[in-house]
């Protein structure tokens, strides 16, 4: 597997130097564009066999028969362009390629494609560009321009338009309804959803243009089934160029911007919308999108990291394109997608990667943003009560998986196959991954204390807590032998575990749930029993309380054994030791279940991603300093990092714990997972969860901010190589401007309406302006 992929010098472009059709699938999903309204796969112009050209509409959830869960459909395309020299399909894979070059610029939002092609007599210089726009979220454009770099004219015929012969690997999620062609230059594709109804109307302008030489000798429209096309026949002058414009807009029934959803409506919206920007042309309508990306995320929440390794910056900015483009910020009733909008893999779902791993990004930088994604949960509680009904358990059970909000557990049942059986492998996660509940929480509150929105606490977080809470309370089962509560049959972290029986890390997280909510409870009949009592009238806090305080006394939380180490659950500890190293390898993970199925990798003391150390992390004060090392001792050679959420935790935890060498060891790999050389690893998609961690390796890592309790702390811990770490956050509804050198932290309240308090190894520091600290000072205390 040879790598293609080359990184500018300067920070923000990503290139592919050198065509390999076998890599499709890589630039595909690291190179896709978006909105986070809608999501495009950056599939070459030219067809290739493995292409996936995938382009989603968030949150437009489908479900393909009874037998599968929903999830987002991949659209009608409009970039494929079916281009003929003479009887010669441009295929890069043929004829002469020269000059190969295809960047995503991640500050414009444009990804380029430029390269020479030679057929026979014939020369052909090919340059396109095309962007989703960040400004206007239904709109994307692209412009191709072909060159005659041969000294004969050069004869083209060339087809392009909007494709509904899309699926999602074979399902069809969309009917062939209506096709229309306006006025010679504008296409109309109306489309809908099989069983959720939504209604998509696709409008694409196009124009060419060619020098004063050459011909357009022929245009005409065809309509194939599921297709609307048009053919251009053009004859092409020495030294002339062609110019081929394509200006489009989407617009669906789901849309929570158009006034009337029905399809005539949405029609004259895309027709009218895609009037103004053929008007505008390519330019100007991609010049509104660069601007709206400086103005709403570079200039507005800029971080710079000092170093002399240009991927510390070049990575940070990646992650940071793909956050904006696969989040929407636009719409509370749809969530993040753990492949983001890149991908056909998880169906378009939402994890706990949302809450854990991207939401963090969100609140300390555009908290608007951050309310969407927590309010997205409070409006799947309908969902999570049903589940919790259907199980038999009290309040809200979130799903493993979720999609729309009202559609419930979405997690399919059936993956891959089982080498020792040969059948399917049964998904358990959506019966038994049951953290999820505990986790929505956990996203919920931390939203809550780091931006104080009392508001939307009071109307909607708390309801979302409790509830949780509840659920705990129904779930726990009574050892009589014990005489305590358990949580037993679970999937925790570590997926590799089906039916464990005490998973640390859903005991304490589903203890700490009830927790809040108990203390939620007395806080609010003390300090707001107006609240109180709505809740109390809705929800029965009297009868909560009593059962909470009941489970919080008793609940079993694993505890330290002589060495130090915290049971993964009842049995791990007790397993056979398998030596992983040739599994531990980043390039072979997958390898492991090749060798073993699932259930004799349940009978080992293997870890699939951070488990204890996920559970050492983020309720940090409750352990020891020798605890945590031992667990890092103890599970880190055990842990496969068969995750994309591992290495990031695993690389903050060391951090915290001083291990230097291993934190920027685990940084330097989890930065990888997707921009890296590994050619297939991005093939369903980006992933999400990952990239959200390269922002909280540089801030919550190295920059050593952390929220715990509610407390904002800052020790930062730069790499020795990096001169510094400039950064805002939102905290209190204040912006902070932080400086950090190796030496110095300074601290600068822009908002200044507030005075800031924050801890700093163990002091207590205040911010009603500047604040400046000298680290060497620290150091030596
Ligand atoms: C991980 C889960 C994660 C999911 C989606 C799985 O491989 O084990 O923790 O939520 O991928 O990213």
Redesign the pocket.
Known sequence: MVSTIQYANNPWEVREAVFNSHNLGKYEAIFALGNGYMGSRAATEEHYVGEKRDTFINGTFDKFDADEVTELPNMPDIFQLRLRVQNQLLDLNTGSVTDYQRTLNLQTGELTRQFKWQVDEHHLNFHSSRFVSFHDRHVLGSRITITNDGSVDLPLVFESGIDGQQSNSGSQHFNDWEKRQYEDKVLQYVTKTNQSNIVFVITAGQSVTVGENSEIVNTRTIMPRRQLLQEFTIRLAPGESLVFEKNAAIFTSRDNDVLYPDKESLQQNGLQRVDQLMRDGYQKNLQASIDAWQQKVWEKMPITIDSPDNMDQLSLNFARYHLHAMTPAHDERMNVG?KGLTGEG?KGHT???TEMFILPYFIFNFPDTARKLVKYRYLSLGGARRKAAANGFKGAQYPWESAWINDGESTPIWGGVDIITGKATKILSGFIEQHITADVAYGTNEYISATQDRQFAERFGYEVILDTARFWTSRVEWCEDKQRYEIRDVIG?N?YKEHANNNAFTNYIAHWNMQLALHLIDRLKQESPLVYDQYDQKMDLVSLRRDLMDRLAKLYLPQPNAAGVIPEDDTYLSKQVLDLQQYRDGNNVGALFDHFNLDQVNHMQIT??ADVILLLYLFEKQFSAQVKHANWNYYEPKTTHD???SMLTHTIFAAYLGLEKQAEDFYERARLIDLGPNMKSSNDGIHA?SLGGIWNMVIFGFGGVRYLDGQLRINPNLPKKWRSLDFRIWWHQQELHIHETQDQLIVENLTGSDRIHFEHHGEQCFVDDTLTIDLKQTASK
Do not use: N, T, V
Request: proline share 8%.
């Open positions: 753990a998880y994890f706990w990667d972290p997926e699939k991603q995750s994309s959420l969860a």
